[in-house]
């Protein structure tokens, strides 16, 4: 996603090889995640999956602060991911 001519956000879907600094990556497990960044995961009801969920990494960085990592489950895998700045990062719809 491009806002003001700048990158704002980068969604990540059906590529199991792209995975994040931590190694996380689509067909990881939720707990897997929660594992990966400790202590730093929101856990929030999937908009349109029924039983999914959102699992938003909220960095301690002051510096990062205005950053997300979203993994969007289907309750017990990650299907797809996204990273970026807020408030691009938390669109339900991205852009198409």
Known sequence: MVTG???SRVDVRQNTQITTLKGAKIGDTEAQIK???PGQIKITPHKYVQGGHYLTFVPKDRADRNYRVIFETDG???TQFRSGKLPEVEFVEGCS
């Open 76 to 78: 017990k895998l990650v």
């Open 35 to 37: 594992s990966l960044y």
């Open 5 to 7: 001519g700048r990158i």
